[in-house]
């Protein structure tokens, strides 16, 4: 089945003095538009909504970075499993879509990091789990306080995947230590663990950030992060290894983007936390 294609201008409303890059010929499948692709089956990061229309945040990130670059932005909604393997067929010109950094995918893309994300407790507003902890994303040991809090606690975490083992580990380490160990409440999805906190069966979910963030955004039902950017993972977008012109004006962009605040407003609005800088490797 051949993907849907949408296509729109970017939305966003900048100051006139856009970033234009000038770029060489082949660096765009289409000169005056981006073409690019994700999984919009993938909340927060990106998603339809019931009438149909994009959302999440690398829809409107990378919407404001097509209009910040003088470019129209046409999208291809398509399951992950066939995003790089399209990409290598230059059915688009990159990715901006969930996806991490890793070695093997570096061998054939240049990737352009532009957000980290960790992972997070929800809880009740009011709620003392996770508080009183002086943490810093990137320095795990620094949580060690946060997880303390959950000794004895039920929290719920979606079965199977790093939050799970996170979540386990240090419920382990609590158990080790002489205290009591979490109770952790395996779920089929993150969808499940959060309804185990608004129903009264956990005392709070332990969930990827964007995740905790787009459900308390959307419900706005009482509840808040009580803390974030455990064991942060960068995603990246993506184009061919060969096209570091595209690569480079999507840096440049995104800088510029990060200096008027821009970029800032959206993160803040999704969730998740900036990056250093967008160097990529090359």
Known sequence: MKPIIYA??????LSASAVAQELPEGALLEAGTINMAADFAAAPNQFLNPDGTMDGLNYELCGALAAKMGLEIEWTNLAFPGLVPGLQARRFDGLCTAIFINPERLEIMNMVPYVQWGEGLMVPVGSELGRGCDFTSGNDESYAACFDTLAGKTVSVAAGGTTNRHL??????????????????????????????????????????????????????????????FAPNQLALAVLKDNTALADALVAGLTSLKDEGTYQEILAKWGVAEVSDFSYAQ
């Open 8 to 13: 729109a201008l970017a939305a966003i409303a």
């Open 168 to 229: 386990e580990e240090q419920s382990q380490r609590l158990a080790a230590g002489g205290k009591d160990a979490i109770n952790v409440r395996a779920f089929d999805s993150n969808a499940d663990a959060i309804q185990a906190v608004v129903s009264g069966q956990a005392d709070a979910a332990y969930l990827n950030d964007p995740q905790a963030a787009f459900f308390i955004n959307r419900t706005n039902d009482g509840y808040e992060l009580a803390f974030t950017g």
